[in-house]
C-alpha cells in the first residue's frame, strides 16, 4: 500500500536523520510555562482600579438581601467585585450598562447578585438587579 503524495505521515523506508536539537521539547515546554507564570504573577500583583460603581454595588448588595429576607444580622456581603460583560440598553443601542457581580450569605445560603448600572460622569445609576440562590436541588 503506498501513501499519497500529499500524506505527510512518516515511511518505514524514511532514514532521515533526526535534526539536531540543542534543548528537549520538555525542556522548553517548562521553560515557556515558568515565563507565563511569572508574568501571570507580574499581572496579578498590579492593582488594577475598581469598577467605577463597585462600592455602590456592595452597598445595594446588602440592600437586596435586606429587602428580600428582612434585617438580619447574618446577612454577610462580599467586599469583591467582579465586572461582567456589559448589556446593551433597550432603549438606546449606543448605550452600554455595566454588570457587576457580587456575592453574599445569610446563615448557611449564598446568594449572587448581578447589579446593573449606567455609569454617569462620576455617579451610578441603578437600572436592575438580579439576585439568586445557589443550592444543588
Known amino acids: 500500500m503506498t501513501l499519497p503524495p500529499a500524506c505527510k505521515c512518516t515511511r518505514p523506508s524514511d532514514t532521515r536523520a533526526p535534526e539536531p536539537n540543542p534543548t528537549p521539547r520538555p525542556m522548553k515546554a517548562l521553560a515557556r510555562i515558568a515565563a507565563c507564570s511569572i508574568l501571570c504573577a507580574a499581572a496579578g500583583t498590579a492593582s488594577a482600579a475598581p469598577p467605577q460603581c463597585a462600592p455602590e454595588a456592595v452597598v445595594q448588595a446588602k440592600k437586596l438581601l435586606v429587602f428580600h429576607f428582612g434585617e438580619d444580622d447574618r446577612i454577610q456581603i462580599e467586599p469583591e467585585v467582579k465586572v461582567l460583560a456589559p448589556l446593551r440598553n433597550p432603549a438606546n443601542k449606543k448605550q452600554q450598562f ?28 441603578l437600572m436592575g438587579q438580579e439576585v439568586l440562590e445557589l443550592a444543588n436541588l
Not at 455595566?98 to 449564598?110: A, D, F
Request: hydrophobic letters at 35%.
Open 98 to 125: 455595566q454588570v457587576l457581580e457580587v456575592w453574599g450569605s445569610i446563615y448557611k445560603g449564598n446568594y449572587r447578585m448581578r447589579l446593573i448600572y449606567y455609569p454617569m460622569d462620576k455617579s451610578c445609576v
